[in-house]
């Protein structure tokens, strides 16, 4: 507790009394007072100080307060403008002072209970209005620096809600790197950055921030469901494939929202075998439920489906969403579904999607158990998520309820009302279960985390709800460009063979490389087991080390029909090891195509729509097309002697291609642009500088240069030349750039441009 002095006023001179519990001792003021606008903290306020207004009395006080470790606020005032000379008196009181007081809300209830930092400290400044020779003033008349509380130090201080404060500046540059898509806690670290203080300085907190972004997202707020409908009707009208739909309630409220785009939907008719629907997120700005629907493509990447907002978490919100989405997907659901255990959602699935096979994820289930065993546990908490887990992952269901039986007995579990939910629920979520059912490896970590990163993103889309929708289409075309360009790098790989078996070669030349990249991983593996014909066509296929157990397969040559008790073709649409043991040992060089499924295929398409897959394998070749020829370039760049030849043989090329008849386009003819993410290689120039240009939009910006060193061969010191290309412009024959009637066309177009 500080220590302090009381001074208390006197009468005030301009007739407004002051009553008894307000002022204690009286003492007379000093003449010789003088009136003080400044602010500095080496100052205590004294009796008799004076002020030119109320404004500069609190700026003094509250810099005092803040060397002393307290902050203040305005409390009583007093002769208002009933007296006609507006206020006469006014308290500042420590922050701590007086007591909380329960309130009564609107409909009479009491409100809940909030803690309050409010002790009754008694630490105060008075300020009383006087006129002398009719110039007002306002004196010093009561001052108390006695507190009841711990003051809190000088690093401490600058928390307080008081000294807070966020400049405009500062404001602005929160709304630019929320609209970026930043996190609150990227937006402070950048912050100190600039400012260049230490970690945690800012005069401002995370919460403050917090509190500034919730304050915009307010603005209009009655208007964003009118906002967002219409955004979502402007994005229908642009194109007929956007779907969406929404309920408004009895107040014009937004009750329920989904939407899905024009790819989405194509997505899904091929890749919605397997389907995340992640509801763990909410917009707390809107106190609403974000339900995101995401799957894989046969390259392992992300594809967007859908997303739906919901007021209310129930089963009526939550079947709502489902019938809708599969309004939007014409009738079809998926095989699987994977979501959070939610137990709403369960039952709406299963209500709506009765043939579905609906599934826990494990790793939300595994984030609960910190709460749920922690502390039951103790120092063997990890040992039973260890022992968990591997019971999660076990083939056979027999190995898995007999060890589950082990587990509880081992760790006492048997009244834990949380196991006996697990194991009231393990069709849901315990792979021996699960493996009959195709999940395209979404159960995997790896999956679940690529899954998770592209959530984080729409998550960091901080907006108004109507920019919300605009915000996840930026996202999901940005992630769909950017799965283009790794299918074309990977196209463009040279597959690598490990094994030297036909059936390697076959799958190679089939699959994706992702997929075929599973399969060589089984194909490494297979040779580390022994098969045993028990019967006719049944093998007992077991790992090498081992003298017991191991999977059933079944083969069938006449019929092509092969299965194994694993169930891992069934459950990621991978052959396991065994059955390719089992091909190897039998002299099968090929594997049946039913088991090559179209879904991991390069060319992976559905037959529903021949003009759409016609146009996206038209698309992959000329991105195709492209990327051979920026190889082209990078590779005959090297030698005078390669340049000679590319020229030669792409002139000869380009002469029979023009050799063919063109087409006359009509209305259901396919016509492709340019596109506008084209990369050209690396080319360095005499400074040894390289440089890496992208053709594309103009905010696209160019890559800096950067050295490159070049390396002797055969201790020979190569340097490249500057080339000169005299080539046309457009591509044609018979002129060179100088002359080139694009370059002379005064209607060059944007466009134009952009392709140069």
């Given at each position: 507790?500080?220590?302090?002095?009381?001074?208390?006023?006197?009468?005030?001179?301009?007739?407004?009394?002051?009553?008894?519990?307000?002022?204690?001792?009286?003492?007379?003021?000093?003449?010789?007072?003088?009136?003080?606008?400044?602010?500095?903290?080496?100052?205590?306020?004294?009796?008799?100080?004076?002020?030119?207004?109320?404004?500069?009395?609190?700026?003094?006080?509250?810099?005092?307060?803040?060397?002393?470790?307290?902050?203040?606020?305005?409390?009583?005032?007093?002769?208002?403008?009933?007296?006609?000379?507006?206020?006469?008196?006014?308290?500042?009181?420590?922050?701590?002072?007086?007591?909380?007081?329960?309130?009564?809300?609107?409909?009479?209830?009491?409100?809940?209970?909030?803690?309050?930092?409010?002790?009754?400290?008694?630490?105060?400044?008075?300020?009383?209005?006087?006129?002398?020779?009719?110039?007002?003033?306002?004196?010093?008349?009561?001052?108390?620096?006695?507190?009841?509380?711990?003051?809190?130090?000088?690093?401490?201080?600058?928390?307080?809600?008081?000294?807070?404060?966020?400049?405009?500046?500062?404001?602005?540059?929160?709304?630019?790197?929320?609209?970026?898509?930043?996190?609150?806690?990227?937006?402070?670290?950048?912050?100190?950055?600039?400012?260049?203080?230490?970690?945690?300085?800012?005069?401002?907190?995370?919460?403050?921030?917090?509190?500034?972004?919730?304050?915009?997202?307010?603005?209009?707020?009655?208007?964003?469901?009118?906002?967002?409908?219409?955004?979502?009707?402007?994005?229908?009208?642009?194109?007929?494939?956007?779907?969406?739909?929404?309920?408004?309630?009895?107040?014009?409220?937004?009750?329920?929202?989904?939407?899905?785009?024009?790819?989405?939907?194509?997505?899904?008719?091929?890749?919605?075998?397997?389907?995340?629907?992640?509801?763990?997120?909410?917009?707390?700005?809107?106190?609403?439920?974000?339900?995101?629907?995401?799957?894989?493509?046969?390259?392992?990447?992300?594809?967007?489906?859908?997303?739906?907002?919901?007021?209310?978490?129930?089963?009526?919100?939550?079947?709502?969403?489902?019938?809708?989405?599969?309004?939007?997907?014409?009738?079809?659901?998926?095989?699987?579904?994977?979501?959070?255990?939610?137990?709403?959602?369960?039952?709406?699935?299963?209500?709506?999607?009765?043939?579905?096979?609906?599934?826990?994820?494990?790793?939300?289930?595994?984030?609960?158990?910190?709460?749920?065993?922690?502390?039951?546990?103790?120092?063997?908490?990890?040992?039973?998520?260890?022992?968990?887990?591997?019971?999660?992952?076990?083939?056979?269901?027999?190995?898995?309820?007999?060890?589950?039986?082990?587990?509880?007995?081992?760790?006492?579990?048997?009244?834990?009302?949380?196991?006996?939910?697990?194991?009231?629920?393990?069709?849901?979520?315990?792979?021996?279960?699960?493996?009959?059912?195709?999940?395209?490896?979404?159960?995997?970590?790896?999956?679940?985390?690529?899954?998770?990163?592209?959530?984080?993103?729409?998550?960091?889309?901080?907006?108004?709800?109507?920019?919300?929708?605009?915000?996840?289409?930026?996202?999901?075309?940005?992630?769909?460009?950017?799965?283009?360009?790794?299918?074309?790098?990977?196209?463009?790989?040279?597959?690598?063979?490990?094994?030297?078996?036909?059936?390697?070669?076959?799958?190679?030349?089939?699959?994706?490389?992702?997929?075929?990249?599973?399969?060589?991983?089984?194909?490494?593996?297979?040779?580390?087991?022994?098969?045993?014909?028990?019967?006719?066509?049944?093998?007992?296929?077991?790992?090498?080390?081992?003298?017991?157990?191991?999977?059933?397969?079944?083969?069938?040559?006449?019929?092509?029909h092969i299965s194994c008790s694993c169930h891992n073709f069934e459950f990621s649409g991978i052959l396991c090891r065994h059955v390719l043991r089992v091909l190897s040992s039998?002299?099968?060089?090929?594997?049946?195509?039913?088991?090559?499924?179209?879904?991991?295929?390069?060319?992976?398409?559905?037959?529903?729509?021949?003009?759409?897959?016609?146009?996206?394998?038209?698309?992959?070749?000329?991105?195709?097309?492209?990327?051979?020829?920026?190889?082209?370039?990078?590779?005959?760049?090297?030698?005078?002697?390669?340049?000679?030849?590319?020229?030669?043989?792409?002139?000869?090329?380009?002469?029979?291609?023009?050799?063919?008849?063109?087409?006359?386009?009509?209305?259901?003819?396919?016509?492709?642009?340019?596109?506008?993410?084209?990369?050209?290689?690396?080319?360095?120039?005499?400074?040894?500088?390289?440089?890496?240009?992208?053709?594309?939009?103009?905010?696209?910006?160019?890559?800096?240069?950067?050295?490159?060193?070049?390396?002797?061969?055969?201790?020979?010191?190569?340097?490249?030349?500057?080339?000169?290309?005299?080539?046309?412009?457009?591509?044609?024959?018979?002129?060179?750039?100088s002359d080139c009637p694009m370059i002379g066309d005064d209607n060059l177009n944007g466009d134009a441009l952009g392709y140069l």
């Open positions: 507790m500080s220590e302090g002095t009381s001074m208390v006023m006197e009468s005030s001179e301009n007739g407004t009394d002051l009553s008894q519990d307000d002022t204690g001792t009286i003492e007379e003021m000093p003449e010789d007072t003088i009136l003080s606008q400044q602010t500095s903290v080496n100052l205590v306020p004294f009796i008799g100080q004076r002020f030119v207004s109320q404004d500069a009395a609190y700026e003094f006080y509250c810099s005092f307060a803040k060397q002393c470790g307290f902050s203040i606020r305005r409390h009583r005032t007093r002769g208002k403008d009933g007296v006609g000379r507006g206020v006469t008196r006014r308290d500042f009181t420590c922050h701590r002072g007086g007591y909380p007081q329960t309130k009564l809300s609107e409909d009479g209830k009491m409100q809940r209970n909030r803690k309050s930092s409010r002790c009754g400290c008694k630490a105060y400044m008075r300020i009383v209005k006087r006129a002398d020779f009719d110039v007002p003033e306002w004196r010093v008349t009561g001052f108390s620096n006695i507190h009841n509380h711990e003051l809190l130090k000088a690093n401490e201080v600058h928390l307080l809600p008081a000294y807070c404060s966020i400049t405009p500046d500062d404001k602005v540059r929160i709304c630019m790197f929320a609209k970026a898509g930043m996190s609150v806690r990227q937006m402070l670290r950048l912050m100190e950055l600039e400012k260049g203080v230490k970690l945690g300085c800012l005069p401002f907190t995370e919460i403050d921030v917090r509190n500034l972004l919730q304050s915009f997202r307010n603005v209009n707020r009655d208007y964003d469901p009118i906002d967002l409908i219409a955004m979502c009707k402007k994005l229908k009208d642009e194109n007929p494939q956007f779907q969406y739909d929404f309920k408004l309630d009895g107040h014009n409220r937004l009750e329920y929202i989904a939407w899905s785009y024009a790819s989405s939907v194509q997505l899904y008719e091929t890749f919605g075998d397997a389907v995340v629907f992640d509801t763990t997120h909410r917009m707390d700005s809107y106190d609403m439920l974000l339900g995101i629907w995401v799957g894989v493509d046969n390259h392992g990447l992300t594809s967007f489906f859908g997303c739906v907002l919901l007021r209310d978490e129930n089963v009526h919100s939550f079947s709502w969403g489902l019938k809708t989405f599969l309004g939007f997907m014409k009738g079809k659901a998926p095989q699987t579904l994977l979501t959070d255990q939610n137990m709403w959602l369960k039952e709406a699935i299963a209500i709506e999607m009765p043939e579905t096979k609906h599934a826990f994820c494990i790793w939300h289930i595994i984030s609960k158990f910190s709460d749920w065993f922690s502390l039951l546990l103790g120092s063997r908490y990890y040992d039973w998520k260890s022992d968990f887990y591997r019971l999660y992952g076990l083939e056979l269901l027999e190995d898995f309820e007999e060890e589950w039986r082990e587990a509880v007995d081992k760790y006492g579990l048997h009244d834990n009302k949380h196991v006996i939910s697990l194991y009231a629920l393990r069709t849901f979520w315990a792979l021996p279960f699960l493996r009959p059912y195709f999940f395209a490896g979404l159960t995997s970590s790896c999956q679940s985390e690529t899954i998770n990163a592209f959530i984080q993103r729409i998550l960091s889309a901080q907006s108004q709800l109507d920019r919300f929708v605009e915000q996840v289409a930026e996202i999901v075309e940005f992630n769909d460009r950017a799965g283009s360009k790794q299918k074309i790098q990977r196209k463009m790989q040279k597959v690598s063979l490990k094994t030297g078996s036909p059936i390697e070669s076959h799958a190679a030349t089939v699959l994706t490389p992702y997929a075929f990249g599973k399969l060589q991983e089984e194909l490494l593996l297979a040779p580390q087991y022994a098969s045993f014909l028990v019967d006719e066509g049944c093998f007992q296929v077991k790992h090498h080390t081992h003298m017991d157990g191991g999977c059933k397969v079944i083969w069938v040559p006449c019929e092509e039998n002299n099968c060089f090929h594997i049946p195509d039913q088991y090559l499924p179209s879904r991991w295929r390069v060319n992976a398409s559905s037959s529903a729509n021949p003009l759409r897959n016609a146009m996206r394998e038209h698309s992959e070749k000329m991105q195709l097309l492209e990327s051979m020829a920026s190889t082209l370039i990078a590779e005959s760049i090297e030698t005078e002697e390669r340049l000679d030849v590319a020229c030669e043989q792409t002139s000869m090329v380009l002469s029979r291609i023009k050799d063919l008849p063109r087409p006359t386009h009509g209305a259901n003819d396919i016509v492709y642009n340019c596109p506008s993410d084209l990369i050209l290689p690396e080319v360095e120039d005499t400074d040894g500088i390289v440089q890496s240009f992208t053709l594309g939009t103009s905010h696209e910006s160019l890559t800096s240069g950067k050295l490159k060193e070049r390396r002797p061969r055969d201790g020979i010191d190569i340097t490249r030349k500057r080339r000169h290309f005299s080539g046309s412009c457009c591509g044609q024959f018979g002129h060179d750039s």
